[in-house]
């Protein structure tokens, strides 16, 4: 009974620890508009939203995993030849990065749609 009880821990334990954290991913969002998809972060990783302005006019947005040494600080980095700061604020739950922003899915359905209307429209 003792080996039956400790065998079912041990695969309750490799469960538990190969247990990845799911972030959303976008390489680079302007304004409210990010195209975002789903990541699998490596065990050393957290979600992260990473928020900056470029020229002091336009708001950069990105997601994903981070290196936790790298969480919850303010790092420079280049959009072509503009410089600009970005705070990277981390979190430790599935998705908890929220998907604010535009799916491929939506973005897809969004595309497919207009160009319906427009051929419709070229049709008639």
């Known amino acids: ?40 972060c490596n065990g050393d990783q957290q979600c992260f939203s990473g928020v900056g302005k470029a020229v002091d006019v336009v708001k950069v947005k990105s997601k994903g995993c981070l ?13 072509l030849t503009v410089s ?4 990277k604020t981390c979190c430790n739950t599935d998705l908890c990065n929220s998907a604010s922003g535009l799916s491929i899915k939506t973005l897809t359905l ?3 749609s207009l160009t319906s209307v427009l051929i419709a429209k070229a049709m008639v």
């Not at 065998?7 to 409210?32: E, N």
């Not at 600009?84 to 705070?87: G, L």
């Open 84 to 87: 600009y700061n970005v705070t």
């Open 67 to 79: 290196p936790v040494g790298l969480c919850n600080k303010t790092a420079p980095e280049t959009l």
């Open 1 to 40: 009974m003792n080996r039956i009880l400790l065998s079912i821990f041990a695969v309750a334990l490799c469960f538990s620890v190969a247990h990845t954290l799911q972030c959303y991913k976008c390489t680079l969002g302007f304004w409210d508009l990010c195209v975002t998809s789903k990541e699998t």
């Open 110 to 112: 969004a595309l497919t």
